[in-house]
């Protein structure tokens, strides 16, 4: 009885095996010289730029007759790292030529290391080819493995690959009157009082569900505040002094539809970036050694070496208040 036991389990995990996401080998051939493929990172040098990828056959040649996908329902990029917003596409074919309408897209999820596109139902016993675009914001990305998957296969790919950064660029930054970007030197510069600078997104990538903050990192700024606005028209935020070196900001229930993030200011403000990204981590505060203790006001003391203080005491403190960090002179 044991034996048949045995002989079962081990046939039923044969079985499932048989059907297991399928790896999908090719290669990424780009549109034009904006795009550049280097060993597996793609790197668009500007917006809507593509590349298209090609399915090898069994001898590694490009194959465009039609690859037979019918026993899954999206096709996945597992990613190691992205910085750029983008959609992908399925191209179909007839056997014969390529059928735009029975064509599938979907938009990436900012900063998601796992970005999938569902197949035609009806055509995806013959899959062309697919393509990847970049959007307003453009950058890199870098693809560990293609998978064609079923449907709980992508969902147990989402749970085990979970986001944890996703850098803006600093090579565009456009939202925002009374204020200007210079790209080479990345310094904004608020030109009336009360203006801001900052990334607005298109309506397909304003998902950041899966992020807990924004953070924005300066090698030198003037006094200001870090914004973010949501589709309900909240927002979040965090005052900052000059010289600060970074500024987090709590994200609100509002992230999965998230519209803009900003630097604001007065007039004659200027912010150097070194980077700025939405992070999975909770806020950051700048602080070696920093624990989370609440006093009975509700507000927290530190000395610059990050030692934490019951009472503020004269001279330039460390203050946190309802998750905002600030330098205070007392």
Same mark, same amino acid.
């Given at each position: 009885?044991?034996?048949?036991?045995?002989?079962?389990?081990?046939?039923?995990? #044969?079985?499932?095996?048989? @059907?297991?996401?399928?790896? &999908?080998?090719?290669?990424?051939? *780009?549109?034009?010289?904006?795009?550049?493929?280097?060993?597996?990172?793609?790197?668009?040098?500007? =917006?809507? /730029?593509?590349?298209?990828?090609?399915? #090898?056959?069994? =001898?590694?040649?490009?194959?465009?007759?039609?690859?037979?996908?019918?026993?899954?329902?999206?096709?996945?990029?597992?990613?190691?790292?992205?910085?750029?917003?983008?959609?992908?596409?399925? =191209? @179909?074919?007839?056997?014969?030529?390529?059928?735009?309408?029975?064509?599938?897209?979907?938009?990436?999820?900012?900063?998601?290391? &796992?970005?999938?596109?569902?197949?035609? +139902?009806?055509?995806?016993?013959?899959?062309?080819?697919?393509?990847?675009?970049?959007?307003?914001?453009?950058?890199?990305?870098?693809?560990?493995? &293609? @998978?064609?998957?079923?449907?709980?296969?992508?969902?147990?790919?989402?749970?085990?690959?979970?986001?944890?950064?996703?850098?803006?660029?600093?090579?565009?930054? =456009?939202?925002?009157?009374?204020?200007?970007?210079?790209?080479?030197?990345?310094?904004?510069?608020?030109?009336?009082?009360?203006?801001?600078?900052?990334?607005? #997104?298109? +309506?397909?990538?304003?998902? #950041?569900?899966?992020?807990?903050? $924004?953070?924005?990192?300066?090698?030198?700024?003037?006094?200001?505040?870090?914004?973010?606005? @949501?589709?309900?028209?909240?927002?979040?935020?965090?005052? $900052?002094?000059?010289?600060? *070196?970074?500024?987090?900001?709590?994200?609100?229930?509002?992230?999965?539809?998230?519209?803009?993030?900003?630097?604001?200011?007065?007039?004659?403000?200027?912010?150097?970036?070194?980077?700025?990204?939405?992070?999975?981590?909770?806020?950051?505060?700048?602080?070696?050694?920093?624990?989370?203790?609440?006093? /009975?006001?509700?507000?927290?003391?530190? +000395?610059?070496?990050?030692?934490?203080?019951?009472?503020?005491?004269?001279?330039?403190?460390?203050?946190?208040?309802?998750?905002?960090?600030?330098? &205070?002179?007392?």
């Amino acid at each position: 009885m044991r034996k048949k036991t045995a002989c079962f389990l081990a046939a039923m995990l #044969f079985t499932t095996s048989m @059907y297991a996401m399928k790896e &999908i080998t090719g290669e990424f051939q *780009p549109w034009d010289g904006n795009s550049v493929v280097n060993g597996n990172t793609l790197n668009f040098l500007g =917006e809507w /730029n593509g590349m298209t990828f090609k399915f #090898f056959d069994e =001898e590694g040649c490009v194959y465009e007759g039609g690859l037979d996908l019918s026993g899954y329902d999206v096709i996945v990029l597992k990613m190691s790292d992205t910085s750029c917003m983008f959609k992908m596409k399925v =191209e @179909y074919t007839d056997g014969t030529k390529q059928q735009d309408s029975w064509g599938t897209e979907a938009a990436a999820q900012p900063g998601a290391l &796992i970005a999938a596109v569902p197949l035609n +139902s009806a055509h995806k016993d013959m899959v062309k080819d697919f393509f990847i675009q970049s959007a307003k914001y453009p950058g890199t990305i870098t693809i560990d493995k &293609i @998978y064609a998957c079923t449907s709980a296969e992508y969902a147990q790919l989402l749970a085990e690959n979970k986001a944890t950064k996703f850098n803006l660029t600093l090579k565009k930054i =456009e939202e925002g009157g009374g204020s200007s970007y210079n790209p080479n030197t990345h310094t904004i510069t608020i030109e009336s009082d009360g203006s801001h600078r900052g990334w607005y #997104f298109d +309506s397909e990538y304003r998902d #950041f569900s899966a992020f807990k903050s $924004f953070v924005a990192d300066f090698q030198t700024s003037s006094a200001g505040e870090l914004c973010v606005e @949501y589709d309900d028209n909240t927002s979040t935020s965090a005052p $900052f002094e000059a010289g600060t *070196p970074n500024v987090s900001v709590t994200l609100g229930s509002g992230k999965n539809k998230l519209r803009q993030v900003y630097v604001k200011g007065n007039a004659g403000a200027t912010y150097v970036l070194k980077e700025a990204y939405f992070s999975s981590e909770g806020p950051a505060t700048g602080i070696s050694g920093y624990q989370s203790v609440q006093n /009975n006001q509700g507000t927290e003391y530190y +000395s610059l070496d990050g030692k934490r203080q019951t009472v503020p005491r004269r001279g330039i403190m460390i203050q946190k208040t309802n998750g905002v960090t600030k330098k &205070i002179a007392r």
